[in-house]
C-alpha cells in the first residue's frame, strides 16, 4: 500500500477545488437569500475555469491513490475542454432558467457535481474510480434534464434518461465484474499486465469488455443504444441540452480512449469490431433518422449521434493518430454545438422559446446576424469544405483511412452526405423561406457566444495563430496515453 | 456425509429461490406483491453472501436493500396511479423481445461460465490471521479506498441534492406553527392599545 | 471451530468471487455453514408455525363464502373507494433521505470495527465523509425538506 501524501493531492486539485466549493456554495445558496443564485452562478463559472486550467497550470503528471487516479496530458487537456465548455453553457442559461422561472442556484451546483464526475472519469486509472465518476456524473445529468419539473416533457426526458442510465449502467457493473472475475485486479496497469500475459484472450474478459464498451456507447448515445437521444434533447430544458450535446460525450469518449489504449490495447482485436459496429450504425442511424425531424433539438440529437460516430471512427484506427484525431474533431464539434444551442436559445417570440426548423423560416429577413452565424454553424456541422467542421472530419477519418479501414471511411463520408442534406436544408429555410416569426432581442451572452463560436470555425482567422499550439497540445495529449 | 454436502445445498436452495422470486417479481399482476417478492429476492441473496463468508455484505443488504430499498419501492409503488390490467398487456407485448435478450444475456453468461471452468480466474484469497469479515471490510475501506469512499459520500450528497430539487415543493395556505416566532413574542408586538373616541369607532 | 473462523476471515474486498464454490474446501465451509444453524432453525420454525396455523384454519374453520361476506366492509355502507390511494410524493422524499442516511451510518460499522487499525487517517477520511453528509443534512434542513408541514 502506498502511503498517502499531500504531495499527490496536487494531482486532483482541479477536482478538490469542484469538491470543496460545491459544499460550500451550496451552503451559500440556501442561506443567501436574496441573490443567492446569481452569487453561485458566477462563482461555479469561476470555480468550473479554475477546473479548467488547473491541470495546465500545475501540469503535474503521475497517479494518486495507488494509480486510481490518473493525471496526465491527456487528461489535462480533456479537462479543460469540458471546464471550458461547462462554464460557458452555465453562463449563457441565466436568461433562459429566468425566462422559465427556473433560476435556482441547484442547477449550478448540479453543474459542478456533472463535471466532477467527469474530471473523474477522465482521469480514472481503476475499474472503481471509473464507475464512480461516471454513476456522480449520470446522476447529476437525470436531475438536469428534469430539472423543469413542472413540464411534462422534461419529467419525460429525466424519466428515460434515468431509466435507460440505469440499465446501462448495469451492464457496464456486469462487464466489469467480469473483468474483475477474470483478471483478479480493479487496476488498469494491472489489467494490462495481465493481459500481456496470456497467449489467448480468455472468453470472459472478452464479454466483459464487451458488455463495458455497451455500457459506455450508452452514455455518449452511440447507436444501437441511441433511443434516448431524442427524447431527452427535446424534453430536457435547452441550455441542458446544450450542455448534454458537448462535455458528457467528450467524458465517456476520453474514458473509452484509456481504456482501449491503456488495459485492453493489447487485445486490440476484441474491441475494433466493436466499436467499427457502434460507429457505423451511428453514422447510418444518425444520418437518416434526422432527415424527418421537425424539432430542431431532435435534429441535433441525432446530429450528435452521427458524429459520435466519426469520433468512434478515429478511435477504431488506434494510435495516437487515432486519438488525436478523435480529440481534434470533438474539440472542433464542442465549439460547433455550444454555438448551435446558443443560436437556438435565440428562437424565442414574445410568447415563449419556439423549437421547430419551420420557426427558422425567413430568419434572414429579421435577424441578419443571426441567419449568418446559424449558417456558419450548419456548414461547419455539415463538413463543407474550408470550415473547421471539415476539418474535424477529415482528421477523424484520415488515421482510419490509414489504418486500412477504407471501407469505413467510405460509410462515414455517405452518411456525411446524407447528414449534410439536412443542415443545408435548415440554411435554406433561414434563407428562402417565408419569414413566419420576429425573435426577440436575445442577451448578451447568447449573441457572443454563438458569434464567438461561427467566428471560430473559420480557420483562415486563426489558422497559424491557434491551430499549431492546438495541435502540439492534442499531439502531446494523445501521446501521453501510450 | 451430509454435511459436506451442505454448502451445496444451501446454494442450490438459496440460488432458486433467488432466480424463482426475481422471476416473480416480472411475472406477478400486483406492484405490491412484486415489492414483495424483490424483498425475498433481496433476503435469498443475502443467503448467499452468507454462503460466501461475506456475514457483513449479507447484513448490509437485508439492512439497506430489505430495510429501506423495498420500502421506497414500495411508496414509489403506492404513487402510481396504475391499471394493472395494462400492465400486463404491456408485459405480454414486450415478452418476444424481452426473451430474445434474456437469451443473448443466458447464452453470454454460459459461455463466461464455460470459460471460467476452462480458466478458473484468481480464486478466492483467505486472510491469515483471525480478522473478521467486518474489521477487513475497515481495514481496506478507509485507507486504500479513501478516494472512492469520499467520492461515494459526494454522490450521496449529490442524490439527496437532487431528490429536494425534484421532488420537494412548497405548498400555499398551509397554516404551519412557528414554535420560536411565537415564544419570542413580547407584549409590544402582540398588545396593541387603541383609543376609541366615542361615537366613532375603530376604522373606518 | 478455527477452521471455520479462517473461512469468516475471507476478506471481500481483496478477493474474486469467481469459482467461491469450487476452490473453497468444503469441511471449512460446512463448519461455517452450522454455525448459521440456529438461524435456519429459527427461520423453520418460524416457517412451520406461520404454516401451520393458515393450514389448520383451512381444514378446521368452517367456510362458506358469499358475494356480500367476501366484499369490502366500510361501517355498513358501501366502499366509496378502492382501498388503493395515491400516496403523497413526500413518502418518496423522506424515504430517499432515510435510505441517505442509512447508508451513512452502514458505512460507521466497519469504521467502529477497526478503527483501532486505521489510526488518524482513517478517522480523518470518515469525518471528511460525515462533513460532505452533514452539508446535505444542513441543506435539506434549511430547505425545509425533513417539515410535513
Known amino acids: ?482 | 456425509m451430509f454435511v459436506e454436502m451442505l454448502p451445496a445445498i444451501a446454494f442450490y436452495i438459496l440460488a432458486a429461490t433467488a432466480v424463482g422470486m426475481a422471476f416473480m417479481v416480472i411475472a406477478s399482476r400486483n406492484p405490491v406483491h412484486s415489492v414483495v417478492f424483490l424483498i425475498g429476492t433481496f433476503l435469498a441473496s443475502a443467503g448467499l453472501f452468507v454462503l460466501m463468508g461475506a456475514e457483513f455484505l449479507a447484513l448490509l443488504l437485508i439492512m439497506v436493500y430489505v430495510g429501506a430499498v423495498a420500502v421506497l419501492f414500495m411508496f414509489v409503488v403506492m404513487m402510481l396511479d396504475v391499471d394493472f390490467v395494462e400492465m400486463k398487456q404491456g408485459f405480454l407485448q414486450y415478452l418476444p423481445i424481452g426473451g430474445v435478450v434474456a437469451c443473448i444475456l443466458l447464452a453470454e453468461m454460459i459461455l463466461v461460465g464455460a470459460a471460467s471452468l476452462v480458466n478458473p480466474g484468481a480464486g478466492v484469497k483467505f486472510a491469515e490471521d483471525g480478522t473478521s469479515n467486518i474489521e477487513a471490510i475497515g481495514n481496506v475501506l478507509y485507507t486504500e479506498y479513501a478516494f472512492f469512499f469520499e467520492a461515494v459520500g459526494l454522490i450521496l450528497l449529490l442524490a439527496m441534492v437532487g431528490a429536494i430539487v425534484l421532488t420537494l415543493r412548497k405548498r400555499d395556505g398551509v397554516k404551519t406553527q412557528n414554535i420560536s416566532e411565537q415564544i419570542a413574542r413580547t407584549r409590544e408586538g402582540g398588545v396593541e392599545l387603541v383609543d376609541i373616541k366615542p361615537g366613532e369607532g375603530i376604522g373606518s | 471451530m478455527t477452521d471455520g473462523l479462517q473461512f469468516i476471515a475471507f476478506s471481500t474486498v481483496n478477493s474474486v468471487s469467481s469459482g467461491t464454490q469450487l476452490s473453497a474446501p468444503l469441511s471449512t465451509q460446512s463448519a461455517f455453514l452450522l454455525e448459521y444453524l440456529p438461524v435456519v432453525m429459527l427461520f423453520a420454525i418460524g416457517l412451520v408455525i406461520s404454516l401451520a396455523f393458515l393450514v389448520m384454519a383451512k381444514i378446521f374453520a368452517p367456510s362458506s363464502p358469499d358475494a356480500e361476506k367476501i366484499s369490502t366492509y366500510e361501517c355498513g355502507f358501501n366502499s366509496f373507494d378502492d382501498s388503493r390511494m395515491k400516496f403523497d410524493v413526500r413518502f418518496y422524499l423522506v424515504a430517499i433521505l432515510f435510505i441517505i442516511f442509512d447508508i451513512e451510518v452502514a458505512f460507521l460499522f466497519p469504521w467502529a470495527v477497526s478503527i483501532d487499525k486505521i489510526g488518524v487517517y482513517g478517522w480523518a477520511v470518515v469525518m471528511i465523509f460525515l462533513f460532505e453528509l452533514a452539508v446535505g443534512l444542513a441543506y435539506a434542513w434549511k430547505k425545509g425538506a425533513l417539515d410535513w408541514e
Open chain 1, 1 to 482: 500500500m502506498q502511503e498517502f501524501s499531500f504531495g499527490q493531492l496536487s494531482f486532483l486539485a482541479g477536482e478538490l477545488v469542484l469538491a470543496l466549493s460545491v459544499g460550500e456554495l451550496l451552503l451559500i445558496g440556501i442561506f443567501v437569500s436574496k441573490y443567492g443564485a446569481s452569487i453561485v452562478r458566477y462563482a461555479s463559472i469561476a470555480v468550473l475555469l479554475i477546473f479548467a486550467f488547473s491541470g495546465f497550470i500545475l501540469n503535474g503528471t503521475g497517479s494518486a491513490f495507488n494509480g486510481a487516479f490518473i493525471s496526465d496530458d491527456f487528461s489535462h487537456y480533456v479537462k479543460a475542454l469540458i471546464g471550458v465548455t461547462a462554464a460557458i453553457t452555465l453562463w449563457f442559461s441565466r436568461d433562459w432558467l429566468k425566462r422559465e422561472n427556473l433560476d435556482q442556484y441547484e442547477y449550478s451546483i448540479l453543474m459542478i457535481f456533472a463535471v466532477l464526475g467527469m474530471g473523474i472519469m477522465v482521469s480514472s486509472g481503476n475499474l472503481l474510480t471509473m464507475y464512480v465518476g461516471l454513476e456522480m456524473q449520470a446522476l447529476a445529468l437525470y436531475v438536469m434534464a428534469a430539472f423543469n419539473r413542472d413540464s411534462l416533457r422534461a419529467s419525460e426526458a429525466g424519466l428515460k434518461y434515468f431509466v435507460l442510465g440505469a440499465l446501462s449502467s448495469g451492464m457496464l457493473l456486469y462487464g466489469m465484474s467480469l473483468i474483475y472475475g477474470f483478471t483478479g485486479t480493479l487496476s488498469f496497469a494491472q489489467i494490462a499486465i495481465v493481459l500481456s500475459g496470456q497467449e489467448s484472450v480468455n472468453m470472459g474478459i472478452v464479454a466483459g469488455l464487451v458488455f463495458m464498451l455497451a455500457g459506455l456507447a450508452f452514455k455518449i448515445s452511440a447507436a444501437p443504444f441511441h433511443m434516448w437521444t431524442p427524447d431527452v434533447y427535446e424534453g430536457a430544458p435547452t441550455p441542458v441540452t446544450a450542455f448534454f450535446a458537448g462535455a458528457p460525450k467528450l467524458a465517456a469518449l476520453a474514458l473509452i480512449t484509456r481504456l482501449i489504449t491503456g488495459p485492453f490495447g493489447e487485445i486490440s482485436q476484441s474491441w475494433v469490431q466493436v466499436l467499427v459496429v457502434l460507429a457505423v450504425m451511428s453514422m447510418i442511424i444518425g444520418a437518416f433518422g434526422a432527415l424527418m425531424q421537425t424539432n430542431i433539438k431532435r435534429l441535433m440529437g441525432y446530429s450528435s449521434i452521427a458524429n459520435m460516430g466519426y469520433a468512434l471512427v478515429a478511435l477504431a484506427a488506434g494510435g495516437i493518430a487515432g486519438v488525436s484525431g478523435m480529440l481534434i474533431f470533438m474539440s472542433i464539434y464542442l465549439v460547433t454545438v455550444v454555438g448551435v444551442f446558443a443560436a437556438i436559445m435565440q428562437m424565442r417570440t414574445r410568447d415563449g422559446a419556439l423549437e421547430g426548423i419551420a420557426d427558422l423560416a425567413g430568419l434572414s429577413k429579421s435577424n441578419l446576424p443571426l441567419s449568418l452565424v446559424m449558417t456558419a454553424l450548419m456548414f461547419s456541422l455539415a463538413g463543407i469544405p474550408f470550415f473547421m467542421g471539415f476539418f474535424g472530419k477529415w482528421f477523424a477519418l484520415t488515421p482510419a483511412f490509414e489504418a486500412g479501414l477504407t471501407w469505413l471511411v467510405v460509410v462515414a463520408l455517405l452518411a456525411s452526405v446524407v447528414g449534410a442534406f439536412y443542415y443545408l436544408r435548415i440554411i435554406k429555410t433561414i434563407w428562402f423561406d417565408d419569414q413566419a416569426h420576429t425573435f426577440v432581442k436575445a442577451p448578451r451572452s447568447l449573441t457572443l457566444i454563438s458569434s464567438a463560436s461561427a467566428l471560430l470555425l473559420f480557420p483562415i482567422l486563426l489558422l497559424p495563430f491557434v491551430t499549431a499550439p492546438a495541435r502540439a497540445l492534442i499531439e502531446a495529449a494523445a501521446a501521453s496515453l501510450f
